[in-house]
């Protein structure tokens, strides 16, 4: 176990501290936000590993007022892109434009250039423009007449989506779904959840007005940088690895699936539990850091045969079911 006075790098309280500034996160997002903590603690994750989020839950249940209110918390530059039938690729990552001053084209950065992209209602525009955010997402770039630019550091995708059964919407490419770290779920919330959620309404909040609120930045780039360097010292024992494997595998093999978790998953399996391992207070893995992982970063990699959709099997019934029968390490 590593000295909680200092991070693995052997610099006093830096691993120490951003963990207690990560942890403020959920006191800061709560000012704003009622309940969602496994989704807080999912972005979080994400920040850690950068990693990408596809949030998915019915209109209403303040998706975008969580991502606006994280932003806020931790300090980052924020930008909304509202994605619609008509939107163009060159509306999110820039164009070249023409300076009649100069007679020169030069480039207009697309929204694309900020920290935190919030990719709002992803799923209501065509593929061909969902996929403009793949090398973004991919290699954190864009390339516009043969020439790559560099996007900002952190830099995270946030992209909410309407569940695929609602009108107007259009399935995602699996190349992108498997560029997503996590998928999150945000259920409606529970009866004493919605009652608070109108007590502060009724006492004047505003969802557009964070600063009222009282949200205020609670940890910023450093305190993600010295989280990330202890984390990358977070020890994964041979076991743990073939546990990660061995869960991954089972995927491609099971009757319900035409589609199961590439090595890509396996890898970004890895890398989640690794985070939740550290923000846990620990530098080793366990298997139930795994586990607790498994479901938000398999289950947007897995396909279900139509058959199994059919009797109602979700993909988190079948990653659920494969937990439960893999061999855990001892």
Excluded at 7 to 22: F, V
Excluded at 186 to 198: A, M, N, Y
Excluded at 245 to 261: F, H, I, M
Aim: with cysteine; net charge negative.
């Amino acid at each position: 176990m590593m000295d909680p006075t200092t991070d693995n790098a052997g610099h006093p309280g830096d691993a120490a501290a951003a963990r207690s500034a990560l942890e403020g996160l959920r006191a800061e997002i709560a000012k704003a936000v009622v309940g969602q903590d496994p989704a807080v603690t999912g972005l979080v994750v994400a920040l850690l590993c950068r990693g990408h989020v596809l949030l998915e839950g019915v209109p209403g249940v303040a998706k975008t007022l969580l991502v606006r209110t994280l932003a806020a918390a931790l300090e980052l530059d924020t930008k909304r892109v509202q994605f619609t039938p008509d939107l163009m690729p060159s509306d999110v990552t820039g164009s070249l434009v023409y300076d009649a001053r100069t007679a020169a084209f030069s480039f207009q950065p697309g929204p694309v250039f900020t920290n935190l992209l919030l990719a709002d209602e992803i799923n209501r525009t065509p593929p061909k423009t969902q996929s403009s955010l793949l090398e973004a997402m991919e290699e954190r770039q864009v390339t516009v007449d043969g020439t790559p630019r560099a996007l900002p550091d952190p830099f995270l995708v946030i992209a909410t989506q309407n569940p695929v059964e609602y009108e107007g919407t259009y399935p995602l490419p699996e190349a992108q779904l498997d560029r997503f770290l996590l998928k999150l779920t945000i259920p409606l919330p529970s009866r004493q959840d919605e009652i608070d959620v109108l007590t502060r309404h009724a006492a004047g909040f505003d969802p557009r007005d964070l600063h009222a609120a009282g949200v205020h930045p609670a940890a910023g780039p450093a305190d993600l940088d010295a989280a990330r360097a202890a984390i990358a010292k977070t020890t994964v024992s041979p076991e743990i690895a073939a546990y990660v494997v061995d869960l991954c595998r089972a995927t491609r093999e099971s009757p319900s699936l035409t589609l199961g978790v590439s090595p890509r998953g396996a890898t970004a399996l890895l890398s989640t539990s690794r985070a939740w391992a550290w923000l846990t207070g620990r530098d080793y893995v366990i298997p139930d850091d795994v586990k607790a992982l498994a479901l938000p970063t398999l289950r947007h990699r897995v396909q279900l045969r139509p058959e199994a959709e059919m009797e109602g099997v979700t993909a988190d019934s079948v990653i659920n079911a494969i937990l439960a029968h893999v061999p855990v390490p001892r």
